[in-house]
């Protein structure tokens, strides 16, 4: 069964504090790994797509990289409005179905 | 990408009615998916929705409790029914775009009392 696994589970940062976000997943034969930014209220906002080992993704001030095991999203000299929950998800083996994991809860603060 | 629309965006039920959650989609598109997030915890895939055919759900998720309607290209349905208050969710649309990247609506916000 596919597994994915975040941490840490609730990060606060200063505004201009970077940090990382992990994702660790475990599956059989991974086709992509999505990250996706989550506001209140409303639902999963579509990041980045990673299907190799060795690729990134930069967006702004956020920067994906995949490896074997693990996925991190870098997140550089945030600030206020970053702060959301971020989703990693994966898509393995014949299926479409996306396996989440529980998030990062992500407070920047002024 | 895909511009998703939900209705209705919450309600409150009392327990052991049906709700149908509609979503709506501004393209064609071959695969609708229906996701619960209950509450703290992260998104679980309920079923698949391809136009033309029957659904298909995950483990722990049934036709009779779950119905799902794909009646064309760009809509769906989703009925809960007979609720209880462990059904007290975020209900959620998703379709999919090139390169599986999987775009999602607004969501529901179902609380049954």
């Known amino acids: 069964e596919d597994q994915v696994t975040q941490s840490p589970e609730a990060l606060r940062l200063q505004e201009g504090e970077s940090s990382s976000l992990n994702c660790s997943y475990t599956v059989s034969g991974l086709r992509g790994l999505f990250w996706y930014r989550q506001d209140p209220g409303k639902g999963p906002e579509f990041l980045f797509t990673l299907y190799s080992a060795g690729e990134e993704k930069e967006k702004e001030r956020l920067k994906a990289t995949l490896t074997k095991k693990e996925s991190f999203l870098h997140i550089t000299a945030p600030k206020p409005e970053d702060s959301a929950t971020y989703l990693c998800a994966v898509q393995a083996g014949g299926g479409n179905k996306l396996t989440f994991g529980t998030g990062t809860q992500l407070k920047v603060e002024l | 990408s895909a511009v998703i629309s939900q209705k209705p965006s919450r309600d409150i039920c009392q327990r052991g009615t049906s709700l149908t959650i509609q979503c709506q989609v501004d393209?064609?598109?071959?695969?609708m998916f229906w996701y619960r997030q209950q509450p703290g915890q992260s998104l679980t895939l309920i079923a698949t929705a391809n136009q033309g055919s029957e659904a298909t759900y995950e483990s722990g998720f049934v036709i009779d409790k779950f119905p799902i309607s794909r009646p064309n290209l760009t809509f769906s349905t989703l009925t809960v029914s007979n609720m209880s208050p462990e059904d007290s969710s975020i209900y959620l649309c998703?379709?999919?775009?090139?390169?599986?990247?999987?775009?999602f609506g607004q969501g529901t916000r179902l609380t049954v009392v």
């Open positions: 393209s064609q598109v071959t695969m």
């Open positions: 998703s379709v999919e775009e090139a390169r599986s990247e999987a775009f």
